[in-house]
């Protein structure tokens, strides 16, 4: 399974690139060029801002993240609103789709006080946890909650597993690699130029980016050129 869903096929973007270099793609799994995708280049662009925007509130969320608030999540809330907030395409019977809690709109309308509330109590489609939780654990949840962001998601998926998720090195699976030397705390936002950070998010962005499979010892040269024309045509 792909940690993010693949591309759509059939936006067209294929007709951008020379048929030998996306024959290469399919069979040595060859990174396409990112320039000459302006779709592709914009979603990129997005995706650093996001991340961009939650590096920096990471310094404030140190505390939430060495909290209960995580855990809880997961025990209690992930099987219907999804690892990041956002639920997923399969949900327990019974359950009306909740909305998305990283969505803007969504983390704006509520008070932290109405999300204690809600986690406790329930509200219109949300049942009440059972057995109900406690109010610190509740405090400790709406606290977790926002967190909620395509920039929380974008850091878990990309960046976790060598900064942590606390952005010094430690907790997640940093444990596992080279500790990084950066601390994301307040000094380095504080003495790093805005545009580095773009910069250095930006490439970060790319090198992580789930791999497609490649095919070389499975498909030929004419069989991977003969799935691209047919990709091609049912647009």
Known sequence: MFAQRPRDLRQGFL???APDEVIRRVRDGTPLNITLDPVHL???AREVEDLVTYARRLPAAAGVLAGSGRDLYIDRCAVCHGPYGSPGAILPAGVRRPRD?????VQAALTDAELGVLVRHGREGMPALTPRVSEADAHALAAFAR????GFELYDRYCAACHGDNGRGTGSFAENFRAPTVVFDRAYFERTDPEHLRKWVWHMAGEQRPSMPHYHWTLTQREAGAIVEFLKSTR
Do not use: H, K, V
Request: aromatic share 14%; no cysteine; proline share 7%.
């Open 42 to 44: 914009q979603e990129r």
């Open 147 to 150: 967190l909620f962001s395509r």
């Open 101 to 105: 809690l990283g969505a803007p709109e």
């Open 15 to 17: 007709d951008t690139y």
